[in-house]
């Protein structure tokens, strides 16, 4: 995929490079959990989280959430 300035196509990127580097994906399951993954953490960049702190605190049972629009 080449490379483009644009905001929606960026996280594509990483998702095709991981194909690229392990061929395909072994189930449905294991895409659909880091499509969610990675989704988790790039919103959670976008809002100044950075990630490792996210992940922490996702896995001590307390999620970092988007703030609710109103």
Known sequence: MPFTNNPAEQPQRMVKL????GGCWRSVRTAVRYCLIRSYLGTARNHGIH?????RDTLSGNPW??????
Do not use: E, V
Request: glycine fraction near 0%.
């Open 65 to 70: 959430m988007p703030p609710q629009n109103a």
């Open 18 to 21: 991981q194909m690229k580097i």
């Open 51 to 55: 990630p490792l702190d996210a992940l």
